[in-house]
T-cell receptor, first 115, second 118 residues
Framework: AQKVTQAQTEISVVEKEDVTLDCVYE???????LFWYKQPPSGELVFLIR??????QNEISGRYSWNFQKSTSSFNFTITASQVVDSAVYFC????????????FGQGTELSVKP | DAMVIQNPRYQVTQFGKPVTLSCSQT?????MYWYQQKSSQAPKLLFH???????NEADTPDNFQSRRPNTSFCFLDIRSPGLGDAAMYLC?????????????????FGPGTRLTVL
C-alpha cells in the first residue's frame, strides 16, 4: 500500500538556522512521483518540487534543497538559512503512475521560524 | 496570470442546508480535483474529473457531488452538510493525471474555501 510518513509534527528554529524536514514513503510501484508542497497560514498549497522515481539526483533551488534516496525510501527537504517567511506547514506527497494522479499526502510538518 | 480560483474563500452554511463551492481555472488543464482538508490534517482526495470523466474515490460519502460544466469550471455540491463536513476544501488542476514530466501532472492548488457548518 502507498503511504507517506512525516515523523516530525512540529519543528521550531531560530532565523538563519538550517532545518531538514523528513519524508519517508512506501510504494510497490517502480514508477512514482514525489512532491513537496508548502501551506502558509493563508491555506493555499504551493508547489515546491516534483521528482520521479528514476531521477535520484539531488536538487537545489536557492535556499531549498532536496535529497532523494531510493535505498531508504526517503525524500528529505532542507531549508538553509531559514527565514520567518518560511513558517508554514510542509507536506510531502506521493503519486503512483497508474493511480490517476491521486496524491497521497503525509501528515505535514509545521515549521515555525522565530526571529 | 494563469491560476486556480476558488469562490467564496469562506462559506458558512447551516446543518442540512445544501451548499455549492466553486472552482475555476485559467490554466486550460484537463484534470480538476477536489480535496477535503480538516483541521491539522493532510488533504484527502474526494474525486476528480479528467475532461468530462468523473472519478470518485471509494470512500467519498454520497453527500458529496461534483459537476464540471466546461473545462474552466468545477463545482463541489454538499447536499446535506453535517458538522463533520466543516473543513477547508481545496481545488487543484493538472494538465494530465500522470505523465513523464513536471509539466504534465503536477497539481496546482487554489486558495481553498473554508466551510463552516452551524
Amino acid at each position: 500500500a502507498q503511504k507517506v510518513t512525516q515523523a516530525q509534527t512540529e519543528i521550531s528554529v531560530v532565523e538563519k538556522e538550517d532545518v531538514t524536514l523528513d519524508c519517508v514513503y512506501e510504494t510497490r510501484d517502480t514508477t512514482y512521483y514525489l512532491f513537496w508542497y508548502k501551506q502558509p497560514p493563508s491555506g493555499e498549497l504551493v508547489f515546491l518540487i516534483r521528482r520521479n522515481s528514476f531521477d535520484e539526483q539531488n536538487e537545489i533551488s536557492g535556499r531549498y534543497s532536496w535529497n532523494f534516496q531510493k535505498s531508504t525510501s526517503s525524500f528529505n527537504f532542507t531549508i538553509t538559512a531559514s527565514q520567518v517567511v518560511d513558517s508554514a506547514v510542509y507536506f510531502c506527497a506521493l503519486s503512483e503512475a497508474n493511480q490517476g494522479g491521486k496524491l497521497i499526502f503525509g501528515q505535514g510538518t509545521e515549521l515555525s521560524v522565530k526571529p | 496570470d494563469a491560476m486556480v480560483i476558488q469562490n467564496p474563500r469562506y462559506q458558512v452554511t447551516q446543518f442540512g442546508k445544501p451548499v455549492t463551492l466553486s472552482c475555476s481555472q485559467t490554466l486550460n488543464h484537463n484534470v480538476m480535483y477536489w480535496y477535503q482538508q480538516k483541521s491539522s490534517q493532510a488533504p484527502k482526495l474526494l474525486f476528480h474529473y479528467y475532461d468530462k470523466d468523473f472519478n470518485n474515490e471509494a470512500d467519498t460519502p454520497d453527500n458529496f457531488q461534483s459537476r464540471r460544466p466546461n473545462t474552466s469550471f468545477c463545482f463541489l455540491d454538499i447536499r446535506s452538510p453535517g458538522l463533520g463536513d466543516a473543513a477547508m476544501y481545496l481545488c487543484a488542476t493538472s494538465r494530465f493525471p500522470s505523465g513523464t514530466s513536471a509539466s504534465t501532472d503536477t497539481q496546482y492548488f487554489g486558495p481553498g474555501t473554508r466551510l463552516t457548518v452551524l
